[in-house]
């Protein structure tokens, strides 16, 4: 497993990131620690989760995620081998404030989320997503003040147009305050604008890590599904109205056939397309399973080469 430095700062991160999305709602927590414990054996130290994961599943209040990693890394004694990354902005709690990027949210989310993840720093905290209605300031001294008081050591940022991201580095600059230091981006293979038309030469000339989120678009680029085969998912009819179209098999056609050349997976090759760009510092891939998890991992490693991608940019080009 290779690390990579996390944006300008000193910090490494493994090149692959576990994402934890999945804890206590398709994976329980005998399965969480098998995969978290997968992932570290694999050379693995970067994981990522979010103090809202899963609150939308019916009787899960939030925090459960974080819940189940504070009690793993406890029980293995290896809270400091962990780059331990967590989100905020999501609703937590009743009332007008229970959610957002206000200095009142914020100072009460990091607290709750340090007391589950059951440690007094967090490596990386981001911002989930914009909030529009909450002044840049307010959000970025709030950030600022956790970084000075020890709480949090790297701030980052996700789901943010780049004109805002813009906006909230000059005003970290202009106060000495913590930067935003990475960005969680939705980016794949068959989802490649929203991060490349602005964000992407933001983040190289600003030096911002990149760690994207759905590198495999839900499971499309996995193969596992195949036009006019009948497959069960929970993400089926999300994955259909997006990616069900002519461009979406055409990608998943150039995807197959690169990986028969290179003996690897669908999902290995999707994933080793986004290693092999200078810009990406850590795909966050998810699983339910060690299955999963090491067919995940064999893209550790793999770089494409010059052509392969230049066959894979044409086969999902956008305008």
Known sequence: MEYRRLGRTGLKVSELCLGTMQWGWTADEAVSFAVMDAFVA????????????????????????EEIIGRWMKARG???????????????WEGPNGEGLSRGHLMRA????????????????????????????ETLRALDDMVRAGKVRYIGASNIH???????????DKHNWARYDSLQPHYNLAHRSEFERELKPLCEEQGIGVIPYSPLAAGFLTGKYQRGK???????????????NDRGWGILARLEKVARGRSLTPSQTALAWLLSQPVITSPIIGASSVEQLNESLGAAGVRLSAEEIAALNDASKWE
């Open 110 to 137: 990091v607290d709750d989320s340090l007391r589950r993840l059951q440690t007094d720093t967090i490596d990386l905290y981001q911002t989930h997503s914009d909030d529009r209605d909450t002044p840049l300031d």
């Open 42 to 65: 694999a050379g693995g130290n970067f994981i990522d989760t979010a103090d809202v994961y899963s609150r939308w599943v019916e009787g899960n209040p939030g925090g459960v995620s």
């Open 162 to 172: 780049a004109w805002r991201l813009t906006s909230a580095l000059w005003t970290s």
């Open 78 to 92: 290896n809270r400091q081998a962990i780059v331990l990354a967590t989100k905020a902005r999501g609703r937590m």
């Open 230 to 244: 009948e497959i069960q998912s929970a993400r089926l009819e999300g994955i259909r109205n997006r990616y069900f």
